[in-house]
C-alpha cells in the first residue's frame, strides 16, 4: 500500500528539548516537505528537499532542522530553539510537474507534537 | 508580497444549498492553483487542480486571473462536504512549493 507515513502520531517534548518526527514515503516522489499546521494560519511551509542530499528553508524554518539522505526518507527535528514547538506537523511529497511544479501533494497523517 | 486569501473562517448552508468557497490570491507569475479538502479524522487530499479543469465530487473551479480569484463551487451542497478547505499557489517559495490559504471549514447541515 502506497503512501506516507508519519510517526509518531503524538509526541510530547519538555522544554529544551530537541525531538525528531519521522516521515517515510514508499510513492518514489522526488520532492518531499514539511509543513507546520496551526488552527486559524492554515499550512506553512517549514522546509522541502527536490532531491536526495539537497534541501530549503520555507517560510518558517527558524528553530527546526532536516536530513535528506535517502529518497525515501525526511526526517524534521523541532530544536529547542523553536519557542512556540506546539502544533500539527504534517509531512508531504510529490513529483514535479512539467511546468517545474508540483502537480500535487501526498500528505501523511500529521503528528501532533505538544510541549509539556 | 505574494500569498493565497480564503476570506472565510467558517461556511454554513442546508443541504441542497449552493456553495461558494472563495479564494483570491496574489502572484506575479502564471499561477497553478488547487483546492485541497481535509475530512473529519482523514488527510489532506487534493480535491482539484484548474490545470485539469475537472469536476470531483460535484466541486469546479474556475481560475479567473483577472479577478486573481480561483472560487470553489457547488450546485447543491451535501452533508458529507462537511470538511475543511484549503486553497493553494503553487510556486511562489521555490521550485514547486504549495503556499496554502487559512482555510474555510464548510459545515453543511440536514
Known amino acids: 500500500d502506497g503512501g506516507i507515513t508519519q510517526s509518531p502520531k503524538y509526541l510530547f517534548r519538555k522544554e529544551g528539548q530537541n525531538v525528531t518526527l519521522s516521515c517515510e514515503q514508499n510513492?518514489?516522489?522526488?520532492?518531499m516537505y514539511w509543513y507546520r499546521q496551526d488552527p486559524g494560519q492554515g499550512l506553512r511551509l517549514i522546509y522541502y528537499?527536490?532531491?536526495?542530499?539537497?534541501?530549503q528553508k520555507g517560510d518558517i524554518a527558524e528553530g527546526y532542522s532536516v536530513s535528506r539522505e535517502k529518497k525515501e526518507s525526511f526526517p524534521l527535528t523541532v530544536t529547542s530553539a523553536q519557542k512556540n514547538p506546539t502544533a500539527f506537523y504534517l509531512c508531504?511529497?510529490?513529483?514535479?510537474?512539467?511546468?517545474?511544479?508540483?502537480?500535487?501533494?501526498?500528505f501523511g497523517s500529521g503528528t501532533r507534537l505538544t510541549v509539556v | 508580497a505574494q500569498r493565497v486569501t480564503q476570506p472565510e473562517k467558517l461556511l454554513s448552508v442546508f443541504k441542497g444549498a449552493p456553495v461558494e468557497l472563495k479564494c483570491n490570491y496574489s502572484?506575479?507569475?502564471?499561477?497553478?492553483l488547487f483546492w485541497y479538502v481535509q475530512y473529519s479524522r482523514q488527510r489532506l487530499q487534493l480535491l482539484l487542480r484548474?490545470?485539469s479543469r475537472e469536476s470531483i465530487k460535484g466541486f469546479t473551479a474556475d481560475l479567473n486571473k483577472g479577478e486573481t480569484s480561483f472560487h470553489l463551487k457547488k450546485p447543491f451542497a451535501q452533508e458529507e462536504d462537511s470538511a475543511m478547505y484549503y486553497c493553494?499557489?503553487?510556486?511562489?517559495?521555490?521550485?514547486?512549493?504549495?503556499?496554502f490559504g487559512k482555510g474555510t471549514m464548510l459545515l453543511v447541515s440536514p
Open positions: 508531504a511529497s510529490s513529483i514535479p510537474g512539467t511546468t517545474g511544479k508540483a502537480v500535487g501533494y501526498t
Open positions: 510513492l518514489n516522489h522526488d520532492a
Open positions: 528537499s527536490q532531491i536526495v542530499n539537497d534541501f
Open positions: 502572484y506575479s507569475g502564471s499561477p497553478e
Open positions: 484548474h490545470i
Open positions: 493553494a499557489l503553487s510556486g511562489i517559495s521555490g521550485y514547486s512549493t504549495l503556499t
